[in-house]
Protein backbone atom coordinates (compact mmCIF):
# COMPACT_ATOMS: atom_id res chain seq x y z
CA UNK A 1 0.00 0.00 0.00
CA UNK A 2 1.37 3.25 -0.84
CA UNK A 3 2.34 5.61 2.18
CA UNK A 4 0.12 8.62 2.58
CA UNK A 5 1.75 12.17 1.90
CA UNK A 6 1.54 14.00 5.63
CA UNK A 7 0.96 17.55 5.50
CA UNK A 8 3.92 19.63 5.72
CA UNK A 9 3.58 20.88 8.60
CA UNK A 10 3.39 17.58 10.31
CA UNK A 11 7.01 16.64 8.42
CA UNK A 12 9.85 16.81 11.29
CA UNK A 13 13.03 16.79 8.72
CA UNK A 14 14.18 17.13 5.71
CA UNK A 15 14.83 13.48 5.30
CA UNK A 16 11.49 13.02 5.76
CA UNK A 17 10.15 15.51 3.56
CA UNK A 18 12.56 14.59 0.56
CA UNK A 19 10.62 10.80 1.01
CA UNK A 20 7.77 12.62 -1.10
CA UNK A 21 7.32 13.77 -4.56
CA UNK A 22 6.35 17.76 -4.35
CA UNK A 23 5.02 19.76 -7.50
CA UNK A 24 7.04 23.11 -7.85
CA UNK A 25 3.90 24.93 -6.66
CA UNK A 26 3.52 23.01 -3.65
CA UNK A 27 7.19 24.16 -2.98
CA UNK A 28 6.47 27.59 -3.76
CA UNK A 29 3.61 27.86 -1.29
CA UNK A 30 5.13 26.06 1.02
CA UNK A 31 8.10 28.67 0.94
CA UNK A 32 5.54 31.57 0.71
CA UNK A 33 3.72 29.89 3.91
CA UNK A 34 7.53 30.33 5.43
CA UNK A 35 8.21 33.36 5.09
CA UNK A 36 11.03 32.58 2.36
CA UNK A 37 12.10 32.83 -0.59
CA UNK A 38 9.33 31.14 -3.54
CA UNK A 39 10.15 32.87 -6.95
CA UNK A 40 12.79 30.16 -8.14
CA UNK A 41 13.39 26.99 -9.50
CA UNK A 42 12.21 23.32 -8.17
CA UNK A 43 16.12 22.61 -7.26
CA UNK A 44 16.35 26.26 -6.01
CA UNK A 45 13.20 25.55 -3.72
CA UNK A 46 14.08 22.18 -2.73
CA UNK A 47 17.03 23.88 -1.36
CA UNK A 48 15.46 26.71 0.25
CA UNK A 49 13.12 24.19 2.30
CA UNK A 50 16.40 21.76 3.02
CA UNK A 51 18.08 24.76 4.77
CA UNK A 52 14.81 25.76 6.72
CA UNK A 53 14.63 21.85 8.07
CA UNK A 54 18.57 23.24 8.80
CA UNK A 55 17.71 26.49 10.39
CA UNK A 56 19.09 28.10 8.10
CA UNK A 57 16.16 31.12 6.83
CA UNK A 58 16.60 32.01 3.13
CA UNK A 59 14.23 34.84 2.71
CA UNK A 60 15.28 36.24 -0.82
CA UNK A 61 17.29 34.55 -3.61
CA UNK A 62 19.17 36.91 -6.04
CA UNK A 63 20.06 36.12 -10.01
CA UNK A 64 22.67 37.64 -11.15
CA UNK A 65 23.23 38.26 -15.63
CA UNK A 66 26.71 38.45 -16.75
CA UNK A 67 27.36 40.23 -20.15
CA UNK A 68 30.30 37.65 -21.03
CA UNK A 69 28.74 35.54 -23.73
CA UNK A 70 31.77 32.29 -22.41
CA UNK A 71 29.62 32.72 -18.66
CA UNK A 72 26.19 31.52 -17.82
CA UNK A 73 23.84 34.14 -18.40
CA UNK A 74 21.94 34.01 -14.97
CA UNK A 75 24.03 32.68 -12.17
CA UNK A 76 21.59 30.81 -10.06
CA UNK A 77 22.37 27.81 -7.23
CA UNK A 78 22.98 25.04 -9.57
CA UNK A 79 25.71 27.65 -11.92
CA UNK A 80 29.03 25.93 -11.57
CA UNK A 81 32.07 28.01 -10.25
CA UNK A 82 33.81 27.91 -13.33
CA UNK A 83 31.19 29.24 -15.86
CA UNK A 84 30.23 32.24 -13.97
CA UNK A 85 33.15 34.49 -13.00
CA UNK A 86 33.09 33.59 -9.77
CA UNK A 87 35.62 35.61 -7.59
CA UNK A 88 35.43 36.79 -3.73
CA UNK A 89 34.55 40.25 -4.85
CA UNK A 90 31.82 42.23 -3.69
CA UNK A 91 29.36 41.23 -6.29
CA UNK A 92 29.56 37.78 -5.12
CA UNK A 93 29.49 38.53 -1.42
CA UNK A 94 26.28 40.47 -2.04
CA UNK A 95 24.63 37.47 -3.92
CA UNK A 96 25.61 34.57 -0.77
CA UNK A 97 23.72 37.84 1.35
CA UNK A 98 20.77 37.26 -0.56
CA UNK A 99 20.61 33.73 -0.76
CA UNK A 100 21.88 33.37 3.40
CA UNK A 101 20.29 35.65 4.19
CA UNK A 102 23.15 36.66 6.47
CA UNK A 103 24.47 40.80 6.58
CA UNK A 104 27.26 40.86 5.96
CA UNK A 105 28.68 37.87 4.13
CA UNK A 106 32.30 36.88 4.52
CA UNK A 107 33.69 34.21 2.60
CA UNK A 108 35.38 31.88 4.83
CA UNK A 109 38.82 29.62 4.61
CA UNK A 110 36.78 26.04 3.67
CA UNK A 111 35.59 28.34 1.03
CA UNK A 112 38.55 30.27 -0.93
CA UNK A 113 40.14 26.30 0.16
CA UNK A 114 37.05 24.84 -2.32
CA UNK A 115 37.85 27.37 -4.66
CA UNK A 116 41.69 27.08 -5.16
CA UNK A 117 40.77 23.18 -5.62
CA UNK A 118 38.13 23.40 -7.99
CA UNK A 119 40.54 26.03 -10.26
CA UNK A 120 43.39 23.06 -10.08
CA UNK A 121 40.95 19.85 -10.68
CA UNK A 122 38.94 22.25 -13.32
CA UNK A 123 36.12 20.74 -11.53
CA UNK A 124 33.10 22.13 -13.99
CA UNK A 125 30.44 19.89 -11.66
CA UNK A 126 31.26 22.48 -8.72
CA UNK A 127 27.85 24.88 -8.70
CA UNK A 128 27.52 28.00 -5.98
CA UNK A 129 25.15 25.58 -4.42
CA UNK A 130 27.41 22.91 -3.40
CA UNK A 131 30.03 26.39 -2.19
CA UNK A 132 27.15 27.54 0.09
CA UNK A 133 27.67 23.78 1.66
CA UNK A 134 30.99 24.34 2.38
CA UNK A 135 29.79 27.57 3.93
CA UNK A 136 27.64 26.30 6.57
CA UNK A 137 29.51 23.08 7.39
CA UNK A 138 27.45 20.71 5.15
CA UNK A 139 30.16 19.27 2.83
CA UNK A 140 34.08 17.81 2.93
CA UNK A 141 34.89 19.02 0.07
CA UNK A 142 38.04 20.71 0.68
CA UNK A 143 39.09 21.88 4.32
CA UNK A 144 41.02 24.82 5.44
CA UNK A 145 44.26 23.51 6.94
CA UNK A 146 44.87 25.77 9.88
CA UNK A 147 48.58 24.42 11.19
CA UNK A 148 50.72 26.25 9.03
CA UNK A 149 48.53 29.48 11.20
CA UNK A 150 49.25 27.64 14.55
CA UNK A 151 53.05 27.31 13.45
CA UNK A 152 53.53 30.96 12.57
CA UNK A 153 52.06 31.83 15.51
CA UNK A 154 53.51 29.16 17.93
CA UNK A 155 56.99 30.92 16.49
CA UNK A 156 56.17 34.09 16.69
CA UNK A 157 54.85 33.99 20.42
CA UNK A 158 58.33 31.77 20.97
CA UNK A 159 60.54 34.38 19.33
CA UNK A 160 59.26 37.10 21.61
CA UNK A 161 59.83 35.22 24.94
CA UNK A 162 62.80 36.70 26.39
CA UNK A 163 63.67 33.09 27.63
CA UNK A 164 64.26 32.21 24.02
CA UNK A 165 66.96 34.87 23.60
CA UNK A 166 69.76 31.99 25.09
CA UNK A 167 69.53 29.91 21.97
CA UNK A 168 71.45 30.24 19.16
CA UNK A 169 69.22 29.03 16.49
CA UNK A 170 65.44 29.95 17.54
CA UNK A 171 64.06 28.39 14.67
CA UNK A 172 65.43 24.86 15.77
CA UNK A 173 64.62 25.38 18.74
CA UNK A 174 60.87 26.48 18.25
CA UNK A 175 60.61 23.55 15.67
CA UNK A 176 61.64 21.19 18.25
CA UNK A 177 58.79 22.27 20.68
CA UNK A 178 56.18 22.34 18.03
CA UNK A 179 57.12 18.69 17.40
CA UNK A 180 56.11 18.34 21.21
CA UNK A 181 52.53 19.80 20.92
CA UNK A 182 51.47 19.13 17.55
CA UNK A 183 51.71 15.19 17.91
CA UNK A 184 49.86 15.65 21.42
CA UNK A 185 46.64 16.60 22.26
CA UNK A 186 47.51 19.41 23.69
CA UNK A 187 46.79 23.11 22.29
CA UNK A 188 48.76 24.05 19.66
CA UNK A 189 49.96 26.89 21.14
CA UNK A 190 53.62 27.96 22.82
CA UNK A 191 54.51 28.58 26.42
CA UNK A 192 56.91 29.43 28.70
CA UNK A 193 56.26 26.05 30.52
CA UNK A 194 56.48 24.29 27.67
CA UNK A 195 60.37 25.12 27.01
CA UNK A 196 60.99 24.31 30.58
CA UNK A 197 59.45 21.08 29.72
CA UNK A 198 61.35 20.26 26.63
CA UNK A 199 64.80 22.12 27.78
CA UNK A 200 66.82 18.99 27.94
CA UNK A 201 65.79 18.46 24.40
CA UNK A 202 66.91 21.90 23.09
CA UNK A 203 69.80 22.82 25.24
CA UNK A 204 72.80 22.27 22.83
CA UNK A 205 71.63 25.05 20.92
CA UNK A 206 71.92 27.47 24.05
CA UNK A 207 74.44 30.39 23.42
Known sequence: MKEKRPDFRDIKSFEEFNRYYWYR????????SLGLEY????????????????????????????????????????TPLLKCGFSFNQ???????????????KFSADMATAWRKVKRDKDIKFTIQDMIKI??????????DSSA?????????????????????????????????????????YSRELLKKYEYKVEEYCK
Open 149 to 189: CQWNQFLKDFCLDEFSDCYSNKLKVAAILWKEVRNSINEKV
Open 25 to 32: EELSQICK
Open 39 to 78: RCTKQELNYIIEQYFRGNKVEKFLSMSKGNKNQSEVITLE
Open 135 to 144: YYGESDYAKY
Open 91 to 105: KFRDYFSAVTGITPF
